[in-house]
């Protein structure tokens, strides 16, 4: 999850929620330039007092969608932490890889952590994950995720290409924001990028015909059908009504147009993939 995520979201439950920043493009024109002067580590807690100044006290609204943010990056969080020590990665490049974008999902945890804080409220605590994806029994499909190479990276896949479908749609609401939008663009931009390092590995040591470093159709390259409803409306060819196919007399095949868009995930869909990996 990132600010621009957090923000849409949010304005999903309160659609008043720029003007009560005292408007849109002056609040967060503001906190982008607020963003240039302080140290990142105090950026969070800027943006909870934010909001905090704008509401007085956060509606419990707010502040479940910013826990709901936080839910996630624990899990993908504890699932690299757990990674780290356990898998029996090829080399020390794949190590240090996978090491640095275990350090930017810990970054994530810590800046949510703040930003609820900072606004008054209570982060949730950070629940117990079956990571094995077995609901708490603790034999679930990925029980063998940290031991075997090739099953963590299809984990791994699983979870960054559903993290980065989240995204999609999310710019919008921060068109004329200047800095605060390149600055969640960039953000993006990473996430997206730890996903084609996971599909790159993928292709590399597995040799699976036909993966990519981007989302395929509907097709997961996961065996067994365990993860495909994370790819779920991924062949889209239609986007805004126009079809990509063949668009403009070009030769555009359908598989190429579902490559060139990621499809949303809604808040009800993320939580029945995330369920399985909570310990009951």
Not at 11 to 21: A, F
Not at 163 to 169: E, L, M, N, S, W
Not at 229 to 247: K, L, P, R
């Given at each position: 999850?990132n600010?621009l995520?957090?923000?849409?979201?949010?304005?999903?439950?309160?659609?008043?929620?720029?003007?009560?920043l005292?408007?849109?493009?002056?609040?967060?024109?503001?906190?982008?330039?607020?963003?240039?002067?302080?140290?990142l580590?105090?950026?969070?807690l800027?943006?909870?007092?934010?909001?905090?100044?704008?509401?007085?006290?956060?509606?419990?609204?707010v502040?479940d969608?910013?826990?709901?943010a936080?839910?996630?990056?624990y899990?993908?969080?504890?699932?690299?932490?757990?990674?780290?020590?356990s898998?029996?990665?090829?080399?020390?490049?794949?190590?240090q890889?996978?090491?640095?974008?275990t350090?930017h999902?810990a970054?994530?945890?810590?800046?949510l952590?703040?930003?609820?804080t900072?606004?008054?409220?209570?982060?949730?605590?950070k629940?117990k994950?079956d990571l094995?994806?077995?609901?708490?029994?603790?034999?679930?499909?990925?029980?063998?995720?940290?031991t075997?190479?090739?099953?963590?990276?299809?984990?791994?896949?699983?979870l960054?290409?559903?993290?980065?479908?989240?995204?999609?749609g999310q710019?919008?609401?921060?068109?004329?924001?200047?800095?605060v939008?390149?600055?969640?663009?960039?953000?993006?931009s990473?996430?997206?990028?730890?996903?084609?390092?996971?599909r790159?590995?993928?292709?590399?040591h597995?040799?699976?015909?036909?993966?990519?470093?981007?989302?395929?159709g509907n097709?997961?390259?996961?065996?067994?059908?365990?993860?495909?409803a994370?790819?779920?409306?991924?062949?889209?060819?239609v986007?805004?009504?126009?079809?990509?196919?063949?668009?403009?007399g070009?030769?555009?095949s359908?598989e190429?147009?579902?490559e060139?868009?990621?499809?949303p995930?809604?808040?009800?869909?993320?939580?029945?993939?995330?369920?399985?990996?909570?310990a009951?």
């Amino acid at each position: 999850m990132n600010l621009l995520n957090l923000l849409n979201n949010i304005s999903e439950q309160d659609s008043e929620v720029y003007e009560r920043l005292d408007t849109r493009r002056k609040a967060m024109r503001e906190f982008g330039s607020m963003g240039k002067k302080l140290a990142l580590t105090a950026v969070p807690l800027a943006f909870g007092a934010m909001f905090k100044k704008a509401y007085g006290q956060m509606p419990r609204s707010v502040f479940d969608v910013l826990n709901f943010a936080l839910l996630l990056e624990y899990l993908e969080s504890d699932f690299y932490n757990a990674a780290m020590p356990s898998v029996p990665f090829p080399n020390m490049g794949n190590r240090q890889g996978f090491g640095i974008i275990t350090d930017h999902e810990a970054k994530h945890v810590k800046f949510l952590i703040a930003a609820i804080t900072g606004a008054g409220g209570k982060p949730i605590a950070k629940p117990k994950f079956d990571l094995s994806g077995g609901a708490g029994s603790g034999n679930g499909p990925f029980k063998n995720a940290f031991t075997d190479y090739n099953l963590f990276l299809a984990v791994a896949q699983t979870l960054e290409d559903t993290g980065v479908r989240a995204y999609k749609g999310q710019a919008p609401f921060l068109l004329g924001t200047g800095d605060v939008l390149t600055a969640a663009l960039n953000i993006h931009s990473v996430e997206a990028r730890h996903a084609a390092h996971v599909r790159e590995e993928r292709w590399k040591h597995n040799l699976i015909p036909g993966l990519k470093p981007w989302i395929t159709g509907n097709v997961a390259f996961v065996p067994g059908g365990l993860v495909d409803a994370n790819y779920s409306g991924e062949d889209m060819t239609v986007q805004a009504g126009i079809s990509i196919t063949n668009i403009n007399g070009f030769a555009v095949s359908g598989e190429a147009a579902t490559e060139s868009f990621d499809e949303p995930l809604t808040t009800a869909q993320v939580t029945a993939l995330v369920t399985p990996f909570l310990a009951k």
